[in-house]
T-cell receptor, first 111, second 115 residues
């Protein structure tokens, strides 16, 4: 059974204080690992897909990296508007399109 | 711009009533999904569809049904609503194998309360 564990559950940062969110996963053959951002009262918003160990993707202050067992979402010099819940999800190789989601890290960036 | 819409955004219903939540996407994606999101559980898959007339059960499908009569719509029906089905429901779609893009795009959600 595919599993995704995210840590920490919540993170509070001062504006400009860089940090990383962790996503540990077990999957029977990784097709892709996804990062999403979710604002309160809204649906998840797609950020990145990572396919293989060593791959990195960047978008503004966010950078996602992938190893064989975990992924990190690095946030550099965060701003209050980066406050959200960040979700990680994995999809296994096979005939299915479905993904397994973690429970997320709730990030709060304080001005 | 392509999008996914869900309706209603908020719904209050009574135990035992049948409820249908609508999902409409203009991405022209073959794959569509229904999730529920509850505190402490994250997003859990209810049903999914790979195309017209195709439906499959997810991990929490009991008490729910879907039907796919066209590419754009995947309505979710609660046959007899129960208080345990109070949740936020999200619809999503993905391109999948057509171009190898597997990321899912989500609707804004429907908050359902069963009293």
């Amino acid at each position: 059974e595919d599993q995704v564990t995210q840590s920490p559950e919540a993170l509070r940062l001062q504006e400009g204080e860089s940090s990383s969110l962790n996503c540990s996963y077990t999957v029977s053959g990784l097709r892709g690992l996804f990062w999403y951002r979710q604002d309160p009262g809204k649906g998840p918003e797609f950020l990145f897909t990572l396919y293989s160990a060593g791959e990195e993707k960047e978008k503004e202050r966010l950078k996602a990296t992938l190893t064989k067992k975990e992924s990190f979402l690095h946030i550099t010099a965060p701003k209050p508007e980066d406050s959200a819940t960040y979700l990680c999800a994995v999809q296994a190789v096979g005939g299915y399109q479905k993904v397994t989601f973690g429970t997320g890290t709730k990030l709060q960036v304080i001005p | 711009d392509a999008e996914i819409t869900q309706s209603p955004r908020h719904k209050i219903t009574e135990t035992g009533r049948q409820v249908t939540l609508a999902c409409h996407q203009t991405w022209n994606h073959n794959n569509m999904f229904w999730y529920r999101q509850d505190l402490g559980h994250g997003l859990r898959l209810i049903h999914y569809s790979y195309g017209v007339h195709d439906t499959n059960k997810g991990e929490v499908s009991d008490g729910y049904s879907v039907s796919r009569s066209n590419t754009e719509d995947l309505p979710l029906t609660l046959e007899s609503a129960a208080s345990s089905q109070t949740s936020v429901y999200f619809c999503a779609s993905s391109e999948g194998q057509v171009r190898g893009n597997y990321e899912q795009y989500f609707g804004p959600g429907t908050r359902l309360t069963v009293t």
